[in-house]
């Protein structure tokens, strides 16, 4: 070889490789040679705009297909049509060494079926790059003939989806809008003779490169050996002449047959493609990307072995059984030879941080149940490779979910700090532990490229520990996942020096069992797995996470007296309505979806949420109403229950926990409140008499209006409001300290810029990207205090509530209400706001007269600790965390939570409790979060720390 300029000799490899600028016409690569002779289709007719109609119903319809062209459009965006095609090959082709496939490129996803309606394969066009691209199906191949006729036609059935791999935008660009009239164009529909000899050798030369590229050239000689040989074969491949590849192939063999030792890095390669369940196209959409991508890789299932794949979401996989039935069997086949994998356990790949405890269970336990019935097993390896952070509460459901592994890699994009491993245990608030992996190529989306291969060896954490890695390939979403040059590509790479072997033949699972019998002394990680990133999600389209949380509430309560009443009244389940539980769950449990509950879909994804949860409102407050009125009944006996002047009123309490609280109740045209106690998970029958008795003998609560101040006074507390709105102090009059009454306590802090309690500011909220994802911390540097212009006074029997007006902007606006009570010590703050901002975020601040570097954050199941210091970068990365009903700040004998009824995003810096109320973000979904949104936070002092919240 001469040379003395490494960069030429590389640049001319490529030469070869794809041709660069030159057109195919000049065969100046090797990819120019894939394809040869070709035939357009003897018949091609459409039926246009059927909307997401199955098979049956389009074949039915075939009469009706009209004639179109090549380079016909269609659209316009979410449309359907279906096309029926027939082609000729040619006699001269059908030798056992010829391949000829089905070219098809409608510029949008679609989906190939026999005439059986079977789905053959999903097809990617568009303006994807050459790597993404699917737009070949082998009809014909080395004597399977199994769609061509006697007379060599070929018929088959397209069903094109009018939509792009990952959604329909302007100039294919998230952040400049839904593109809702995109038109595709029918590029190619032909058949062609595909040239398997150069598609070899294209393969073989591709490492020679990236070998050559790529492998370190300080260590080992291995990359200037790759260079001399590929450089070798450029001299002496003509790529029009097939006569000259054999030599070259010779050629690479002699490199690539040169084997590691064995105490190589072995990557574990598995096939995946990660589907999102609904995001930048709706859940109608995903049905099909479903069936096309797992279609897709069934049929390779029959061109290469060893070669795996995994899919997680038992939900996907009943759509799938519901939509293509005949694939789902084959599914179901290639599971039982290890070869399709279900993985996950899960119903979906859910949010880590914003769904219930129960919500998580359920999770698991309808996903197990589904693959249990349905593939024969249960899942081991718990699955949730692109969620937002993970719960510390986490893997103690893992396990009782019947789950011991857990695989992500989501913590590669944490902004501040790299997660210290790789292969570790990870242990959750109750002390299980799950045997974690984070693959090291930070992808679970691979494109089988060495790169990868080699950053799976380098990147490795847990050297010395472990010497195995897991390696996902494949295009999710609309790409179908992986493509046949991907496992081209790593079958080469089985065991060549230098470069990390590669095995195609093991699962997920097996993976996992390796991995726990070979390594050592693993590392262990205590508590949450805190993403660095999109910790916007917690907040954005605040009244979709409100739904989620009344679903959830409402959810326990239905079933809980759904339950009661069969055992108590009925005596058996006859009404117990499991079905429409199921069904609630099911749709509860989608639109946890890692981008539907996060707030980070297009606009669509939001109009079916927004429709379905109103619908499960309404059914489960039904259904509750019905359990109650039933137990009622039973519980006061038919002689008392047909006294309709009802003077009896029953009270129940789903809570598990002993209840002393009051009622609110109406007598007439008065409204009157009463002390009444209700055991955990009981009810109590309280005759209107004994209620009239029982109203609370506290005295009333006092406010006084000056002319700077509003001064309110209850039973417990001190309280000092501005007229903007702030509570400027709040004092416990029931302050003890070693036994003994204290002067009042102040709990309020405030300073210059956050001059008391509910200091409610505006800040700007443009994140350099993932809009609807992200609070980047900068967002702190710009702040506007909003001011009341009006406020009113009202007062009860039980309570003072002071109405504050607030404009925020020319197009949004505040109205909130202050209400202290008699009976406790909670303060709450019942808020509507009017909101129409362009990338502004809504917060409140509570400067507390509290010393701590911890709060204590409500999360599923239990809670748990975060810092209030910024000392290292690992507590200053945590400045929005997610927490659930509350966040408490409590030194060692006083401390005070602020409570939600349905926000998740805090912040907790040195004595300044902070809560994101609502963003306002552009991207995905223009209209995120405008409109009307009603919420209500509460500061609740207390004496002790946070245990007296249970
Ligand atoms: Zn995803």
């Not at 049509?81 to 056992?96: C, I």
């Not at 509950?597 to 994804?605: D, E, F, S």
């Not at 949860?613 to 008392?640: H, W």
Request: aromatic share 12%.
């Amino acid at each position: 070889m001469q040379y003395k300029n490494r960069g030429v000799t590389l640049e001319r490899l490529e030469l070869l490789l794809n041709g660069r600028s030159y057109p195919d016409k000049y065969a100046i690569s090797i990819r120019s040679q894939l394809y040869g002779e070709s035939a357009d289709p003897t018949r091609l007719v459409v039926l246009r705009d059927t909307g997401n109609i199955l098979f049956p119903a389009a074949k039915a319809r075939l009469a009706e297909f009209v004639p179109c062209k090549i380079g016909n459009t269609f659209g316009p965006s979410w449309h359907t049509h279906w096309f029926y095609v027939e082609l000729q090959l040619r006699p001269e082709w059908l030798k056992d060494q010829d391949e000829i496939h089905l070219l098809w490129d409608s510029s949008s996803e679609a989906m190939i079926y026999n005439m059986e309606g079977k789905p053959l394969q999903g097809m990617t066009g568009g303006d994807n790059t050459d790597d993404e691209y699917r737009n070949s199906y082998v009809v014909y191949r080395k004597g399977h003939r199994e769609d061509v006729d006697p007379s060599g036609v070929v018929r088959f059935f397209v069903e094109m989806a009018c939509c792009q791999r990952s959604g329909n935008f302007f100039n294919g660009n998230m952040e400049e809008g839904l593109d809702m009239n995109k038109m595709f164009r029918l590029a190619q529909c032909q058949l062609s003779v595909f040239n398997r000899d150069a598609w070899d050798l294209m393969l073989d030369f591709r490492l020679l490169v990236d070998c050559a590229k790529h492998l370190d050239t300080t260590q080992q000689s291995r990359a200037d050996e790759a260079l001399h040989i590929a450089n070798e074969i450029v001299n002496r491949c003509k790529p029009i002449d097939p006569a000259t590849y054999p030599e070259c192939r010779e050629l690479a063999k002699k490199f690539l047959s040169v084997a590691n030792s064995s105490a190589q890095h072995t990557v574990y390669a598995v096939g995946h493609c990660h589907i999102d369940m609904a995001w930048l196209w709706p859940f109608s959409e995903t049905r099909r990307k479903g069936g096309r991508s797992w279609s897709s890789q069934t049929e390779l299932f029959k061109q290469y072995s060893p070669f795996n794949f995994c899919a997680s979401s038992a939900s996907l996989y009943e759509w799938v059984q519901q939509d293509y039935l005949l694939l789902f069997k084959e599914m179901q086949m290639y599971a039982g030879e290890g070869r399709f994998q279900p993985v996950g356990g899960s119903w979906l790949e859910f949010d880590g941080y914003v769904p219930a405890g129960e919500s998580m269970v359920r999770q698991l336990l309808y996903g197990q149940r589904f693959f249990k019935k349905n593939f024969g097993k249960y899942c081991d390896v718990f699955f949730l490779p692109d969620t937002f952070g993970y719960s510390a509460q986490l893997p103690q459901i893992i396990r009782l979910g019947g789950m011991r592994y857990f695989f992500t890699q989501k913590l590669s994009w944490s902004r501040f700090n790299k997660f210290p491993h790789s292969s570790f245990n990870w242990k959750g608030i109750d002390g299980s532990c799950v045997l974690t992996h984070f693959p090291p190529s930070d992808t679970y989306c691979g494109q089988g490229d060495m790169n990868d291969i080699l950053m799976s060896q380098t990147s490795f954490k847990d050297k010395g520990r472990s010497n195995c890695s897991l390696y996902l390939f494949g295009i999710g979403d609309g790409g179908g996942g992986p493509l046949p040059q991907m496992i081209g590509k790593l079958q080469r790479m089985k065991d060549v020096a230098g470069i990390p072997k590669v095995t195609l033949s093991e699962s997920v699972s097996g993976f996992y069992h390796h991995l726990e019998a070979t390594s050592h002394d693993l590392m262990t990680w205590d508590g949450e797995l805190y993403l660095e990133f999109h910790n916007g999600s917690y907040t954005s389209m605040g009244h979709n996470k409100k739904c989620n949380r009344i679903c959830e509430f409402l959810m326990r309560d239905a079933e809980m007296f759904a339950t009661f009443r069969s055992i108590v009244v009925d005596g058996d389940s006859k009404n117990y309505d499991r079905k429409l539980y199921d069904e609630i769950w099911k749709k509860m449990m989608l639109f946890q979806f890692h981008d539907v509950l996060p707030g980070t879909c297009i606009r669509l994804v939001y109009d079916v949420t927004d429709k379905e949860y109103a619908v499960m409102i309404d059914q489960l407050k039904t259904n509750i109403e019905g359990s109650l009125r039933s137990l009622c009944n039973s519980f006061l006996g038919p002689d008392i229950a047909k006294d309709k002047g009802t003077n009896t009123v029953v009270l129940y309490n789903s809570f598990n926990f002993d209840r002393d609280d009051v009622l609110e109740w109406v007598d007439g045209d008065k409204r009157k409140f009463s002390r009444v106690t209700v055991k955990g998970m009981g009810c109590a029958a309280y005759p209107v008499s004994i209620l009239d008795k029982l109203h609370i003998k506290t005295e009333e609560c006092s406010c006084l209006e000056r002319a700077d101040t509003i001064a309110i006074d209850t039973p417990l507390l001190a309280l000092v409001l501005s007229l903007d709105g702030q509570l400027l102090s709040m004092k416990d009059k029931s302050t003890m300290e070693y036994g003994e009454p204290k002067t009042m306590r102040e709990i309020i802090a405030g300073d210059a810029i956050y001059p008391g309690g509910n200091t409610v500011c505006i800040h700007d909220d443009v994140p350099i990207n993932w809009d609807a994802w992200d609070l980047w911390v900068y967002y702190q540097e710009t702040r506007r205090v909003l001011k009341a212009y009006e406020h009113t006074v009202a007062k009860d029997a039980q309570s003072v509530i002071v109405t504050f007006k607030y404009t925020i902007s020319e197009k949004s606006s505040m109205v909130q209400k202050v209400v202290a009570y008699n009976h406790t010590k909670r303060v709450d703050f019942v808020t509507t706001v009017y909101w129409h901002e362009d990338h502004k975020v809504l917060r409140t601040y509570f400067p507390l007269a509290i010393r701590t570097d911890f709060v204590t954050c409500d999360i599923q199941c239990g809670n748990l600790k975060r810092p209030t210091v910024a000392n290292t970068s690992w507590d200053m990365a945590k400045y929005e965390v997610c927490s659930h009903k509350f966040v408490d700040m409590s030194e060692a004998k006083y401390g005070a939570a602020l409570l939600n009824n349905c926000k998740y995003g805090y912040s907790a810096r040195g004595n300044l409790l902070g809560m994101s109320l609502l963003k306002s973000p552009k991207t995905p979904n223009d209209m995120a979060d405008m409109g009307t949104h009603e919420f209500t936070y509460s500061l609740y002092p207390h004496q002790g720390t946070h245990t007296v919240l249970f």
